[in-house]
DNA sequence: TAGTATCGATAAGTTTTTCTAAAGCGATGC
DNA sequence: GCATCGCTTTAGAAAAACTTATCGATACTA
């Protein structure tokens, strides 16, 4: 039996920029340049000899025919890739340990954990608690989730989630405020901002479309826990990411004023010791923290 | 929706690989060598950090887990194979226009038309009954089957079908003589062979187990058709492609005298103009072609 | 039992593929 | 009218894949 395929790279290229209908959004998702995806399209068109693509005004739209292999391809590919998670839950067995920021462990780890010894029933979790991070080889750890700003996530460094905030505070602040509020309402609050990055603030009116006012009345907290406990005792209103804090969405003691999110330049990442072998093990970890943390809220 | 894949290519590899559970019959298969096929499985184990083969003597085994996986591998890898000549089959339009000899026209090509037509409904093949390859461009010629030694198959000749033989004849030259006989029995008739291409006869021979002796009558002939007819006529015995006699061989004109059979250095194949860009539609047909071949008889 | 062939692993070097950066193009929106 | 956006193209750089050659272990063969 000899099974004639395309290249694989150009279908799994072609298959993104399918479900997206943009080749720079495929490109994103498969963490490319868009002239990347470009070429690999126009390569198994010419493998082909067909358009899959009709090139459109600042869009692309799926040939009849090339829909259909679109949608087939999802499913196959789907399909090998629920079969490689099958496989690697199989072989995955021992323990890992991470060292994580109690705030972290108890938000995103802790309340999950369960779900991940369901998912790879060999591997077991060892969470050190701290909030600095140690030498990885001192305290012997395979891992750490640290939060900061994200500008070279590279092998070293696995981008879990970026910050989506928007404005929160207590029931309390607002009393009876119908929800959500307008900025120009908002800007009205105390508001609560981690020392040095109050830009996020500007950028949150910003994009509220509302330009942030010099004498607002606006209080510095140095650790962003601090700042949302401030909003959590009725004192301000804090940008925060609301799956951090779901449990105190859902029972109401916060409160999100708007609809509008911005996305930050700093969110948790999962870093790894540097050298030659990365233990597999910490990227299926990383991975499914990253794909389940997109469920909450 | 962002989905974790490993490597592709790794993974065909690693079917192939699993099918055969062999290296080197994957490597085959791939058209690569079988160091290529062991440095992706190493590439897979070390993604999954877990071992793919027990490697035994001279052989490897899947693993339990390995095995799962393959079995899955291989239904996807299907689907995209089959979703990609679906698409083929739909997009490829127009005619092309082929040179073959009458004698692989009759035997090979013209029987099976019409099921290439329900392949690929948009594409017609225009045949051109030739003795001889002319120029392509003079008689306006997309490709051409031609057959002969298969030393270079490259990018500008596909291979089709290697002849594989075994020894045949008129029932009238055995009259009633039990079936298969031995190669001692076969010795004793006439031998008909291409002129320049008596050494078949002797791999057969050793191929049976016995040593062809110098005085054997044999007969030489120039060309492949004419040994044939030799034989149809119940003059000697001749080696023959058994696909290629499969109508000779069902009326009964033909019989097989041996299971033993021999595969040749030569054999069918699909020549292409050379020139930067290859006409997908003959990739198709010659494609089409090898995959059908394996199934008449 | 020596000789030979087979199969997979490995090392080193080369080829091929893939990717990026940068510039371009045409259309759109403010 | 200028900035922006998304895809294309080109040229060159980076990365991945492949080949050749060789090795080691083992099985077949004479």
Do not use: E, K, V, W
């Given at each position: 039996m000899t099974r004639r395929l395309p290249n694989l790279k150009h279908l799994r290229a072609f298959e993104a920029a399918a479900r997206h209908l943009s080749f720079k959004q495929a490109a994103n998702e498969l963490s490319v340049t868009q002239a990347a995806i470009s070429h690999q399209i126009k390569a198994l068109e010419e493998h082909f000899g067909a358009r899959l693509f009709h090139r459109l005004n600042r869009q692309v739209a799926l040939t009849e025919e090339a829909a259909v292999l679109a949608a087939e391809l999802e499913l196959a590919l789907d399909q090998v890739a629920s079969a490689s998670a099958r496989f690697r839950a199989q072989v995955m067995t021992g323990t890992i340990r991470i060292s994580v920021t109690p705030f972290y462990a108890n938000r995103m780890i802790l309340p999950h954990l369960e779900e991940f010894h369901a998912a790879f029933p060999g591997l077991s979790v060892d969470l050190e608690l701290s909030y600095e991070i140690a030498d990885f080889a001192e305290r012997d750890l395979d891992g750490a989730l640290r939060y900061g700003l994200s500008d070279r996530p590279g092998a070293y460094m696995q981008l879990i989630h970026l910050d989506r905030v928007a404005p929160v505070t207590s029931p309390a602040l607002i009393h009876?405020?119908?929800?959500?509020?307008?900025p120009a309402q908002i800007a009205e609050f105390p508001l609560a901002a981690v020392a040095g990055q109050e830009r996020y603030w500007s950028q949150w009116f910003k994009a509220a479309g509302r330009t942030l006012s010099d004498d607002c009345k606006m209080s510095r907290h140095d650790q962003r826990a601090l700042a949302l406990d401030f909003a959590l005792a009725g004192n301000a209103v804090a940008l925060a990411d609301l799956p951090l804090i779901r449990n105190e969405l859902a029972n109401g003691s916060l409160v999100c004023l708007s609809e509008t999110q911005i996305t930050l330049d700093r969110g948790i990442h999962l870093a790894v010791p540097e050298g030659?072998?990365?233990d597999p093990r910490l990227t299926a970890f990383g991975d499914w923290l990253r794909g389940r943390i997109s469920e909450w809220i």
């Open positions: 009876g405020n119908d929800l959500p509020m307008t030659p072998f990365r």
